[in-house]
């Protein structure tokens, strides 16, 4: 089977019709909302504000349409905010929303609950910390920030963490109870002292980058456009059309794999194993094949954690075939998690052809090998739930939350920086500062 179905799961209408509602329906209504500081009784409405209303917005909007005519929660899409007035426009008048050029006052806006962030990289950080100073939840894309917002992604930990709000990151392959599962076989000594970890993602095609929408090859800043808005943080250059709306392709706001892609094949694998900050990094890569671009097409890294831990993680976009039980076709590489005793990975079985635990032990060991039948499955509809279930109960964390993006991200930003120095990146635990 394609590890797709496992890390980036897709969100078809048809994967909607598909899913159960009898069964969790009743509970998940009943829940209550709390937002500002008030509880928010089972039928109130959930009000939604969306930065970002692009491509990326639009699997959100579907999402958030189908719990609610499913009746499984009273949501609603109230106010969407963009730097490209055409696509603002769009969102507003399908909800029926307020619209707002500038994101502040959307989070001004106090009739809004929750934020969905779903813009370029570089904003998602600076736009998190501000939602959450707003008493807004967050649902933020991935990654949490860009390669050369470290700080940032500090901030935005000590700024959910002294706060009550609930921030769940978008690596919507987390829905999926099987890590969850693996993490309890992990904790209960199946695998004896872990010790190794690999995980990746391949794909033909830099569809993800060159091939982003151009909505109008010849706009203009202006009225209709805020390019100041849009570069934000990043180094300040003349308007380009293609930087605006394939932004994916530039290092300004981007990062490539390591970034874009790498963290829905390396969370999973830090939830499974408990990882927190690493020791060092070393990385490589470049572009390879894809030429009209500045972030690259390969990459891989190994990362090492003081527990005396290994994860590699390797990818590229000049082929999709991905090894062991993955397959061919784009997606992430089922992760391997090996320990003294041995292995856990996820394969079919040969009874019944449906994916399923399988525990190997490794050589003299004493342990018998194992499969286990996945419990739950999961997808994007089942992260928003579980974000959802975490405003309403402010005890429960979210299964991407702040402080795994903060793990996370932060080998991801010392692969970057590895890659592009030539060094080992190494981390200093007590100033949670990266040293490259």
């Known amino acids: 089977m394609s590890a797709q179905s496992l890390t980036s799961q897709s969100v078809s209408r048809r994967g909607f019709l598909q899913k159960t509602a009898a069964a969790t329906a009743a509970a998940a209504v009943a829940a209550p909302y709390v937002a500002r500081g008030q509880v928010l009784g089972a039928n109130s409405r959930i009000a939604v504000g969306f930065i970002g209303t692009g491509g990326r917005a639009q699997a959100h909007f579907g999402i958030l349409k189908w719990l609610k005519e499913q009746g499984k929660r009273p949501i609603e899409v109230v106010a969407v905010s963009d730097t490209y007035r055409p696509r603002m426009q769009n969102a507003a008048e399908r909800f029926k929303a307020k619209s707002y050029a500038d994101y502040r006052e959307l989070l001004a806006d106090k009739g809004v609950d929750l934020v969905c962030i779903a813009t370029p990289d570089h904003h998602h950080c600076p736009q998190a910390i501000a939602a959450v100073q707003a008493g807004k939840d967050v649902y933020c894309e991935k990654p949490v920030s860009h390669w050369r917002q470290f700080a940032l992604v500090k901030q935005l930990a000590a700024e959910v963490k002294k706060s009550d709000r609930a921030f769940q990151l978008g690596t919507q392959g987390m829905g999926d109870g099987v890590w969850r599962q693996m993490r309890q076989l992990v904790q209960d000594g199946l695998i004896g002292q872990p010790i190794h970890a690999e995980c990746g993602y391949f794909r033909v095609g830099d569809w993800g980058e060159r091939g982003m929408k151009i909505d109008d090859k010849d706009v203009k800043p202006g009225a209709d456009l805020n390019w100041k808005a ?61 030429t009209e671009r500045e972030v690259p097409d390969t990459f891989n890294m190994l990362i090492s954690y003081p527990e005396k831990i290994t994860v590699a993680i390797l990818g590229t976009q000049g082929n999709d075939f991905q090894g062991g039980n993955g397959g061919r076709g784009p997606g992430g590489r089922i992760p391997t998690i090996r320990g003294w005793d041995g292995m856990l990975t996820i394969q079919n079985s040969l009874t019944t052809k449906k994916p399923e635990i399988v525990f190997v032990p490794a050589q003299g060991s004493n342990k018998k090998p194992k499969s286990f039948e996945i419990e739950k499955r999961g ?37 970057m920086l590895a890659s592009r120095s030539g060094r080992t990146a190494k981390f200093d635990v007590g100033q949670q500062k990266i040293v490259v």
């Open 230 to 290: 849009f570069l934000g943080d990043a180094p300040k250059r003349p308007f380009d059309v293609s930087r605006y709306f394939r932004w994916r392709m530039y290092e300004d706001y981007a990062g490539g794999p390591v970034t874009d892609l790498f963290p829905h094949s390396f969370t999973p694998v830090a939830s499974v194993l408990g990882l927190k900050f690493p020791k060092e990094v070393v990385a490589t890569g470049g572009m390879f094949r894809y």
């Open 379 to 415: 997808d994007l509809t089942d992260h928003w739930e579980n974000l959802l279930d975490c405003c309403a109960d402010r005890k429960q964390k979210p299964w991407s939350d702040v402080e795994m993006a903060y793990h996370v991200q932060t080998a991801l930003i010392m692969g």
